[in-house]
Every structure is written in C-alpha cells, then in structure tokens.
T-cell receptor, first 111, second 117 residues
Framework: NAGVTQTPKFQVLKTGQSMTLQCAQD?????MYWYRQDPGMGLRLIYY???????DKGEVPNGYNVSRLNKREFSLRLESAAPSQTSVYFC??????????FGEGSWLTVV | AQTVTQSQPEMSVQEAETVTLSCTYD???????LFWYKQPPSRQMILVIR??????QNATENRFSVNFQKAAKSFSLKISDSQLGDTAMYFC??????????????FGTGTSLTVIP
C-alpha cells in the first residue's frame, strides 16, 4: 500500500533557486493538499485541489504554485526559493469519508 | 475563519496512566468532522480518531476515546493505559465543506505528549 508518496524527502536550495515537490496518491482520491509545518505553527494549508483540473489557495500561498497534473498527482513549485520557505512540507489526499492521508514529508532548507 | 486551539503545548504522563488532551474550535458550521492526528518523531502523520459532528456518541478506538461537546465546541482526546509508543505530537483538526467541493482542514498547533517509563 503506497498511499501518498512525495519526493524528494530532503532538499537544500540556495536562495533564488527553483524546485518542484512531487506528490502522487494511489487511492483514487479527488481532493489533494499541500501543507507546510513550522515549529509552533502546526500545519498550514498552502494550496489544495478539490478535483482534477482545479486548484485553490489556502492560508499561505504566496511564493508557491501548484499543478494538478491528473487525478493522482499534485505538485508544488517554488519559483524563487527564500529562507522563509525552509520548512517541512506535507502532501495529503482526502478520502470520501473525510479522513486525510499524509505523505511522509519533505524537508526543505533554503540557504 | 475556522480556528482550532490546543492550549497545552506540552504534557507528560506516566506509563499505564490516563491522559486527556484538550482541543477547542470555533465555527459557525453545523456539519463538520473532527480528527486527532499523531505525529511521532518520524514526522509521519497518523490518524488516531475521527468524529462526525452529527453523531452524538463519542468515538472510540481501542485505548483512544474522545469527549465531544458540540455546544461547547470542545473535542478532547483521552488516552488510557498510556504506552511509550504514544510519545508524539498530537494535532487536533477540523474539516468543513468549502465552496467548489474541496474540504479544507484546519489544524491546531499541537500538543507534545511524553510518556514517562
């Protein structure tokens, strides 16, 4: 059972560099999410996608873009990384019954 | 906006004892879901228990149970017979329906629980 798979698990970027975090789920879920987790802040929603072809901003979308490539995949792109984007990023998908399932997290450091 | 508040940043409990983690939320919605997620040091997010707001009966999953007080907007988690493996960060989460079909989740800031041998 793969569930939600996100890559890479660890990444170090220089300020101004770009990168894409990949996420895929094999549970046929419609809704997918990207969160970031910072110390003392809990999880904050960056973007979500209610279904294939749709995306919407969450609480903290600035500096990010997303693509819902198909039902399985939902990628998060940092166009010009900043130190404030150093965080742990979680991708998640939601089952019809409401429960969300998370990937294992991606540790991103921007220096 | 929905808010989820966990007022206990850190808690500890002796092994085999019982501990209760508190969570309150603010919403004008009538239908919603509430969740508790566990995040051990591995940082993986693991579902502990869920509660539908329309259900009056409190959810139970083995040693984990909730005290859901809808009028008070309170959703506490009780862990019985605490085990060392329960040491983790616990997040309370709220889910409502959003326009367009996407369901947005709101998380509290977490409670770090340490089980002491």
């Amino acid at each position: 059972n793969a569930g939600v798979t996100q890559t890479p698990k660890f990444q170090v970027l220089k300020t101004g560099q770009s990168m894409t975090l990949q996420c895929a789920q094999d549970m046929n879920h419609n809704s997918m999410y990207w969160y970031r987790q910072d110390p003392g802040m809990g999880l904050r929603l960056i973007y979500y996608s209610a279904s294939e072809g749709t995306t919407d901003k969450g609480e903290v979308p600035n500096g990010y873009n997303v693509s819902r490539l198909n039902k399985r995949e939902f990628s998060l792109r940092l166009e010009s990384a900043a130190p404030s984007q150093t965080s742990v990023y979680f991708c998640a998908s939601r089952a019809l019954g409401g429960t969300i399932y998370f990937g294992e997290g991606s540790w991103l450091t921007v220096v | 906006a929905q808010t989820v508040t966990q007022s206990q940043p850190e808690m500890s409990v002796q092994e085999a004892e019982t501990v209760t983690l508190s969570c309150t939320y603010d919403t004008s919605e009538n239908n919603y879901y509430l969740f508790w997620y566990k995040q051990p040091p591995s940082r993986q997010m693991i579902l502990v228990i869920r509660q539908e707001a329309y259900k009056q009966q409190n959810a139970t999953e083995n040693r984990f149970s909730v005290n859901f007080q809808k009028a008070a907007k309170s959703f506490s988690l009780k862990i019985s017979d605490s085990q060392l493996g329960d040491t983790a960060m616990y997040f309370c989460a709220f889910m409502k329906h959003a326009p367009g079909g996407g369901n947005q989740f709101y998380f509290g800031t977490g409670t770090s629980l340490t089980v002491i041998p």
